[in-house]
């Protein structure tokens, strides 16, 4: 069955493409036969690939010959054969006089053909005979297309044929329905028959998988699809191309529901099933799949055999698939279409039974079918306990997303029953009580979108509490600490910290909640960067959780904010190891979102103020996989692949970065989560130069973030300065770096020190490119800042220091540039600097200025082109695009070539030379550098003050290095590093 979207590509089946070619073609010699016949459901693309494979056989040379069998049983001898033949006989020119009067000769031979005494075997010889005279010496392949309508000529003739009994090099590649297979099919004794012969295969070509079929659907649709949309196309296909072809043009044209063809396709197949086949495809289409085979036994009501023998038929038909012990449809569409074929209370009754059934057997974990179940049934006070009990089942797996999904159905069927008193008073389970309070469900649900990223919901369903509760009930602190906490994952931090504020003013709070409040307020300070403010309130708040039994949550979030302000303002040992003792307790504990909390910030506090870059990179992704597993994808797995995607950034590991950002984004984040991604990406953007992308991620970044802290602000207004700098628009850039000063309120330096630097470099752009005057104003205030920024940074710890001395260089360096005379010297620290720090970007960006200096200076050019190289090489490696061309145009100014003679800008050795290191060829170059220290006999703690990495990250570098080089010692990898080096 072929679309008739005739423009569609064939997607996903290169690998047939490749095999049938080679078993048809480059494996069949002269004077051998060789078949293979495609079966699969109808649909699936067996007609599109006879076609594909017919045309690329045709293009090397062979003879093709392509024909389809009809409906009508034997009434049409030899039918596909002398389709095929009036088909090439019409596609023939004058030149093919030849070939045309063998093909001709062979038709008239069947048109005088009267069935003498010499029967069917002289037939098929005579055919034989012709078709090996039409070949004229060339491969000839037989496509023939709905096989399973096959004439008993045409059967007889593939037998003879195949069997090498007609002395011609032949190839056959026919297509069979597999659902019109059953029974005593004549083609089945055929293909038994065949099937021992070695030359010939049966194939069955498989739906496509998931990656295929949103290819497919966005070709036709013009563009990528939304992920609901892909989403839907996969589960209502189920790979089937046809289908997904009609669903991409519904979905392309803005069409709704099913189309008719579509439907009538379907209906076609389930209507020719037996009586009880078809009733159990119409029970699992109603059912939660997979259908067990007990339940549909109880729902059907068949007896075993009869119930066994109907499933076969359903499975033969293509209609049902074995799922474990249970089945489920090929494609959900399927229950699409069925679902009109039943009167309402047929389908009433069929959910009735299950609910039935399920109600029975109390031991299985079912309670989410039940309410759907129920539901369906027309019975939503049965309905409602059971989604409640769903939801509580739920959420102790850890599935928030599927929890909120059950309290809203409950919310929804408690909206027509009658409301009771809460049954949390009573110390039961709404379930179990029988009654269910609004409130408590309103509570839960609200709580469960929290914890599944939907924090718009979370907070509209807490606005509808307040005001079921607007009586007083419910207690005002409680509620302002929840709503704050709802916020500030939203992303809104100013009305967040002012709802932590009223709470801990409230005259109502207990003393876990006043506890509570102050932990949660101060690691909202610490996001937004305040560290003395978030170290006083955490020290607040273990003072008031002492005093509270049970307090655990409240200690382990006071102590990572506690130790992160330690870390970054005193001493990072210090706050390291309040940090580490944090999260152990949060494991021990086990409570999701406290173990997602001490991951996060200890991953946070690595990869940003202490720079210890590896390991933050590896702290980040095993917490993704661990929250991952407490259900918190959407949220904190987010955040910290986003952690992770920085740090990649900054090491230069951008292709990396890149993968983890992809892997983050399939959560569609919202709130603050969804900001961490968005800056993440956007830094990738800018990097690379993709504009229109880097944009998109700013505007969205700056919607949420209304009422944003520095933090974010910050990094927000310097990538849109970077981004409209690579632009050439010095003046928006010069903007976005003015109103970034504004935000004062925050005691991390280094994201101050960025935003200096690039209102710095703006104006020695605009300097440099004579589009925009100099703001000497705006000069002098950022001059101010980076004094400022330089005097708190000598208060701070090292690595915050060694950060900020980093931009400070690039400062100085870019003040040079303003000044008239850029001085190499200030652009050569800015490089020792960021190379010391393992920073490729800044140290490639340092050396093109430290190169235009040169230049401009017609000093030392031999020194620039080297540093051009340089600079060239890492841009390359990144992919940084804009930096790239900048380094270009100045090399391409100044004449240096940036590709040495023999050798490619990554370095790589010329051809048919052997690389001095070979055996370290293998390592990268962090890799390297820890080898050269080992094999000064350092040891891991020493290695780590020199590199500033901390002792375990050299412990896992040391690991790698031994697996690499294949040695178990430090003495070994020491002389393999020596005697490499000396080469």
């Known amino acids: ?138 491969p000839l392949v037989l496509v023939l297309d709905d096989l399973q309508w096959v004439d008993r000529s045409t059967r007889q003739l ?90 991409a043009r519904d979905l392309r044209d803005g069409r709704d529901g099913l189309s008719d063809t579509v439907r009538e396709v379907f209906l076609a197949r389930v209507n020719a099933l037996p009586e009880p086949a078809h009733a159990v495809v119409h029970a699992v289409a109603a059912g939660v799949e997979p259908v067990a085979h007990w339940l549909l036994a109880e729902v059907t009501r068949l007896p075993e055999q009869e119930l066994i023998d109907a499933v076969r038929a359903a499975v033969a038909h293509r209609l049902l698939v074995s799922d474990g012990d249970g089945y489920r449809l090929r494609h959900r569409l399927v229950a699409e279409v069925l679902a009109h074929e039943l009167l309402p209370a047929e389908r009433s009754a069929l959910h009735r039974r299950y609910a039935e059934a399920l109600t029975a057997a109390p031991a299985e974990l079912h309670q989410a079918r039940l309410a759907h179940h129920w539901r369906l049934a027309g019975e939503p006070a049965r309905a409602l306990p059971a989604a409640v009990s769903a939801a509580e089942e739920a959420e102790r797996l850890h599935g928030y997303a599927e929890a909120h999904r059950h309290w809203t159905v409950a919310l929804q069927l408690a909206g027509v029953q009658p409301t009771g008193a809460s049954a949390a008073t009573t110390g039961t389970s709404p379930a179990d009580a029988g009654v269910v309070d609004r409130a408590d469900l309103l509570r839960n649900a609200a709580e469960a979108a929290h914890h599944c990223g939907e924090h718009a919901r979370a907070l509209a369903l807490l606005e509808e509490l307040a005001t079921t509760t607007a009586d007083g009930a419910a207690p005002a602190c409680a509620l302002h600490i929840r709503r704050a906490r709802y916020l500030a994952a939203a992303g809104r931090s100013a009305p967040a910290e002012a709802e932590y504020r009223r709470a801990l003013a409230a005259a109502d709070c207990t003393p876990r909640e006043r506890a509570t409040a102050a932990a949660h307020l101060a690691e909202l300070l610490l996001h937004l960067g305040r560290y003395a403010d978030a170290g006083d309130r955490a020290r607040e708040a273990l003072a008031l959780a002492a005093e509270v039994d049970g307090s655990v949550s409240e200690v382990v979030m006071a102590s990572m904010a506690l130790g992160f302000s330690e870390a970054y303002l005193e001493d990072p040992d210090t706050g390291l190891a309040v940090m580490r003792e944090a999260l152990d307790t949060a494991e ?86 969804a900001v961490e991604l968005l800056l993440a990406r956007c830094r990738l953007s800018v990097g690379y130069g993709d504009i229109e992308a880097a944009d998109r991620d700013l505007e969205a970044v700056a919607t949420v973030l209304a009422g944003g802290g520095a933090r974010h602000v910050i990094p927000l207004l310097t990538l849109r300065a970077g981004l409209a700098m690579w632009q050439g628009r010095h003046d928006l850039a010069r903007q976005a770096v003015q109103r970034g000063l504004t935000e004062s309120r925050s005691d991390d330096v280094g994201i101050l020190a960025a935003l200096v630097w690039h209102g710095l470099r703006a104006e020695a752009e605009a300097h440099a490119s004579r589009t925009v005057p100099v703001d000497r104003t705006a000069v002098r205030r950022l001059r101010e800042v980076a004094e400022r920024v330089a005097r708190k940074s000598e208060h701070a710890v090292r690595s915050v220091r060694d950060v900020v001395d980093g931009f400070l260089a690039l400062c100085d360096a870019e003040l040079s540039r303003l000044d008239g005379s850029s001085d190499p010297e200030l652009w050569a620290r800015s490089v020792s600097e960021w190379e010391r720090r393992h920073h490729p970007y800044p140290a490639a960006y340092s050396r093109l200025r430290q190169a235009e200096a040169l230049l401009a200076r017609r000093s030392r050019t031999a020194t620039a082109g080297k540093l051009l190289r340089q600079a060239y090489q890492v841009a390359q490696g990144l992919g940084a695009v804009p930096l790239s061309t900048e380094i270009r145009t100045l090399a391409g100014r100044a004449r240096v070539q940036l590709e040495e003679h023999g050798a490619s800008v990554e370095g790589r050795s010329p051809a048919g030379a052997e690389p001095a290191s070979d055996e370290l060829a293998m390592l990268t170059a962090r890799e390297r550098e820890v080898l050269a220290a080992v094999a000064e006999g350092l040891t891991n703690k020493e290695i780590g003050q020199r590199l500033f990495i901390s002792e375990r990250t050299i412990g896992v570098h040391v690991s790698h290095i031994f697996d690499k080089l294949q040695v178990r010692t430090r003495v070994q990898a020491s002389a393999i590093f020596l005697r490499n080096r000396s080469e």
């Not at 040379?61 to 392509?66: I, K, M, N, S």
């Not at 006089?97 to 002289?122: C, N, Y």
């Not at 702290?619 to 929250?627: F, L, M, P, T, W």
Request: with cysteine; proline share 4%; hydrophobic share 45%.
């Open 588 to 673: 021990r504990a086990g409570r999701p979102e406290d173990v997602a909390c001490a991951h996060l910030h200890l991953a946070e506090l690595l990869t940003g103020p202490l720079n210890i870059l590896e390991e933050g990179v590896v702290v980040a992704r095993r917490g993704a996989e661990r929250v991952a597993d407490l259900g918190l994808g959407r949220t904190y797995e987010t955040r910290l692949l986003a952690i992770a995607t920085n740090g990649l950034f900054r090491v230069g590991q951008w292709a990396e970065a890149e993968k983890v950002v992809a892997a983050a984004l399939r959560h569609r984040p919202s709130g603050a989560d």
């Open 158 to 247: 593939l037998l003879y044929l195949l069997a090498g009994l007609g002395d011609l090099q032949l190839s056959v590649l026919g297509a069979v329905r597999s659902e019109s297979l059953q029974g005593a099919h004549p083609l089945r004794r055929v293909l038994t028959e065949l099937r021992r012969l070695r030359s010939v295969r049966v194939l069955d070509l498989a739906p496509l998988d998931r990656a295929n079929t949103e290819r497919l659907a966005a070709e036709i649709v013009g563009g990528p699809l939304g992920v609901e949309a892909a989403e839907s196309v996969w589960q209502r296909s189920g790979g089937n191309p046809f289908v997904v072809e009609e669903l």
């Open 1 to 138: 069955m072929a679309s008739d979207v005739d423009t569609a590509p064939l997607v996903g089946r290169a690998g047939q493409v490749a095999t049938l070619r080679s078993a048809l073609l480059d494996d069949v010699g002269p004077g051998q036969t060789a078949a293979v016949f495609l079966t699969g459901e109808s649909g699936v693309g067996k007609t599109r690939l006879l076609r594909e494979v017919g045309d690329r056989l045709r293009a090397t040379g062979a003879l093709v010959l392509t024909g389809g069998c009809l409906d009508i049983g034997d009434a049409s001898p030899l039918h596909p054969l002398l389709q095929a033949l009036r088909r090439f006989d019409a596609d023939l020119t004058a030149s093919h006089a030849r070939t045309s009067s063998a093909v001709r000769g062979l038709l008239q031979m069947f048109a005088e053909e009267t069935g003498g005494p010499d029967g069917a075997g002289a037939l098929l010889e005579r055919v034989s005979r012709g078709l090996n005279l039409v070949a004229q010496g060339r």
